[in-house]
């Protein structure tokens, strides 16, 4: 669910189509969805977030959180990113000020939620999987930020809608997840809402893949 070694050397910061997407999908959504222009002060933004930096001490221009914190949608202490490679948590974890974590996003979430001070407004599961291995992960996330007392979040999804020669559509998210019992009860039990727009983009680089994103919102309903 989170980025691998094989990503190493990917600058997502300096794709343009990957600075639109999070504009669109991410900061403009949550800005016109809420009438505001960042999270609440006491609020935390979680991502999986992939490389952020390739320099020790010195954030990639345009990363996620250079963005996030330019839009001033965030202040640094609240981005709270989470990588699997030891080498890329190694490089983002030297930039002071932010919260880093070297693991599985869904477990660092509900690790540090029994231990600490624990308050979503955005959650981005930023993940690299189709829908059909995607919607089981995303469903527990889901599930898990249902059982919280946090109220307003927002929660995105992003899923791979097309590699090599698979394809996939909106549909089959939403089929998937139907079908996930942790889903079901998210959504009656946590108030969750749907978004009304479904995000197609390319992939970064030169790369092939479509990306898609559906976002939920928590306490709406």
């Not at 639109?20 to 999908?25: D, P």
């Not at 202040?75 to 880093?100: H, T």
């Not at 469903?139 to 999804?157: E, K, P, V």
């Not at 097309?162 to 998937?176: N, P």
Request: include cysteine.
């Amino acid at each position: 669910m989170n980025s691998t070694p094989s990503q190493l050397n990917m600058h997502y910061g300096a794709c343009p189509k990957k600075l639109e997407a999070r504009h669109q999908t991410i900061i403009k959504t949550y800005q016109e969805h809420y009438n505001t222009k960042s999270i609440p002060n006491d609020s935390q933004y979680w991502s999986i977030c992939g490389r952020c930096s390739y320099e020790m001490n010195k954030l990639e221009i345009n990363c996620e959180p250079d963005q996030l914190i330019k839009a001033e949608l965030i202040q640094p202490n609240q981005f709270f990113g989470v990588e699997i490679c030891p080498e890329i948590y190694g490089f983002n974890s030297s930039n002071k000020g932010m919260n880093w974590f070297l693991g599985d996003f869904y477990e660092q979430m509900v690790e540090y939620s029994n231990d600490n001070y624990f308050n979503p407004a955005i959650v981005n599961a930023d993940m690299l999987l189709m829908p059909k291995f995607g919607v089981e992960y995303f469903s527990r996330i889901m599930h898990f930020l249902t059982s919280i007392d946090s109220q307003n979040i927002m929660l995105i999804g992003n899923f791979i809608m097309k590699s090599r020669h698979q394809v996939a559509k909106q549909e089959d998210i939403l089929r998937g997840l139907e079908k996930e019992a942790m889903f079901q009860d998210s959504m009656s039990e946590g108030k969750w809402s749907i978004h009304n727009q479904f995000y197609m983009y390319n992939g970064t680089g030169k790369t092939r893949t479509k990306m898609g994103t559906m976002i939920f919102f928590k306490g709406d309903s």
